[in-house]
């Protein structure tokens, strides 16, 4: 268990020993095949994927240049603090539009645990994140609050985007922290 | 529409790891046990059965497509008609639903469906990465994708909203572990306190590890007929066979990120998600005192989903007030905090009160000491089984397997199929059985009746 001081069991890892063959019965007797444990080998598959953000593509440009981009149905008004190509109510095309990037923690959590690629950031704070006048909300990281005081008192705390100088073109070019 | 029975089902045993067979072996466990208990053998199925439905969530699990015609084949179900259907983690209550629409419409007399996952053939935190690979991979997943953290960040939402309690979370999980505790097929069968809840390491704040289901690998499979295919089937197998009737389905729908779920206003709640049941003065004061202090709705709190298909159900079934007129649920628990949403989108209580629901004994079994001070007397049974948390969540098999614990309930045959009878729901006539996919996407709820 990850939090025990003295581990009393060692990591399984995926190295190994290459194997070119198993013990097998000699004579003509099979019936005994039933019984065998089963042969488990590793099988690797790794792959590189050729992502666009067709669309949604301007926002991580705005990210770049540090610029926090939004989008609005001309028409209603309706804001997308993600996001969207076209409104889900009018269906009509959104435009893009800049605001200031300030906003409030509407909900968070931290996570101790997480997927592979994360493993080693742990524990980071994950938060959705409402700005003044936009009808939806941003998934971010939040910086500058320790990890191991998570509160619901962290509910309605105002925050400040920071974003990163060297751009990974990735939502993650922008982060928050507390703004007082 | 046609009268569908539901007449049987199997699950294999659930497990962290099944290395002894492959997944359509694991497949032809549940099936074999469906049929057996149908008193047939596999000829005489084979030549009644019109087809099939194939439920698996992830190939990338199965590192292999088209696993669903390997599972068919295996079965010797070949050349029957059948398809494949995915829906995240309600893949299962997707599949069970298909094969109703398969009988319902008059297309088949007899239909199987059968899921399955195997997802012990990555480490955990890569099965983690995954099931991440199920929110927006241009927005979500590179932010920290992480399923519990997802589920984690609603319910800091609930607890702002409503005061909900990590206490009241941690009932959820005492009541389903223990429930396991007689249940042969779950994978977790654990007497456990409120303290041990919260005491277990912390996996996504305030989730801990015993507030989260685990990985699996496992299959369940059920059988559907319309009264043409019950008259083949008994005349086949020479015994009458228990009527249960799947007497409505209903599903809904919600965005994808949980950043775009709508903050509607009180009045667009009433006109499209308010629940019958809930239509009272009384009722819609409450509410309104909601919206007065700012609770807006689905928002990232609630499944507004997982409300559109209970509301579609109740209406097909003629519910009118679910706590009172269903006897138990099998829902989607993969998180205590997400059975606590779930009472909610379902009716069993309001909005905002799902957490005293939760601690309150109205969920729990009667019967079965769970070392708990409960208020109330249990009045609906929730994941009588044990659910997700206990039971595990290969998560192709998982909507299936709900579907199997709640024929069994209706036939009366909890004792001849777990071996001991604590977990039969006493005069259970009406189950209903709730299966949920990623961050409440898509959402089954389908509602199975006892037929004297």
Known sequence: MADEKFPTRIEETLEGSVLFNV????????????????IIIKQSYSIEYIHSYGQDSPF???????????????????????????????????EWVEIPCEGVMHAFTVCHFGSEEFLPECPYILALVEFEGVNTLFLARVVGLDPAEASEDWIGMKLKGRFRLWSKFKPTDVYFYPAE | MRTVYAVSGGVSKFAKARPDKTFPAIVKEAYDYAIADLGLEHPQFRELVDGTVASYFSDHFA?????????????????????????????????FQEGWKAVASGYMDICLCYGFETMSHVQTWKGNEFIALASDVSFDYPVGGFYSGYYAMMVTRHMKEFGTTVEQMAHVSVKNHMNAYYNPYAQKRQKLTIADVRAAPMVAWPLTRLDICVMSDGAACTILCSEEGLAKLEKASGKRIPRVKVSGIGRGTD???????????????????????????????YYKDLWDHGFRY??????????????????????HDPLGEIDFV????????????????????????????????????????????????????????GGLIACGHPVGATGLMQAVFAIWQLQHNIEKHFGTPELQVPNARRGAIHSHAGTGTYVTVSILEREE
């Open chain 2, 298 to 319: 689905p928002g990232v709190h609630s499944f507004r989903a997982g409300r559109m298909a209970s509301k579609e159900a109740y209406k097909n079934a003629g519910i």
């Open chain 2, 255 to 285: 965005a994808m990120r949980m950043a775009d779920r709508p903050h509607q206003s009180y009045e667009d709640f009433l006109k499209y998600n308010l629940l019958p049941s809930e239509d009272t003065p009384e009722t819609r004061k």
């Open chain 1, 60 to 94: 991580f440009a705005g990210l770049a240049n540090g610029r926090f981009l939004v989008t609005r149905e001309p028409d209603t008004g309706y804001t997308y603090g993600t996001p969207r190509g076209h409104d889900m109510y009018t269906g009509k095309e959104t």
């Open chain 2, 63 to 95: 590192r292999q497509l088209m696993a669903g015609i390997i599972a068919q084949d295996y079965l010797g179900m070949c050349p029957k008609p059948s398809h494949r259907v995915e829906g995240g983690g309600a893949t299962g209550g997707i599949c």
């Open chain 2, 330 to 385: 099998e829902l989607h628990d993969a998180y205590t905090s997400s059975e606590i949403q779930t009472y909610e989108d379902m009716g069993l209580c309001r909005y905002g009160e799902g957490g005293p629901f939760a601690a309150s004994g109205k969920a729990f079994m009667p019967g079965i000491d769970y070392g708990l001070d409960l208020p109330e007397k249990p009045v609906c049974p929730v994941n009588p089984s």
């Open chain 1, 23 to 38: 013990p097998f019965p000699k004579g003509d007797d099979l019936s005994g095949l039933k019984d065998m444990a089963p």
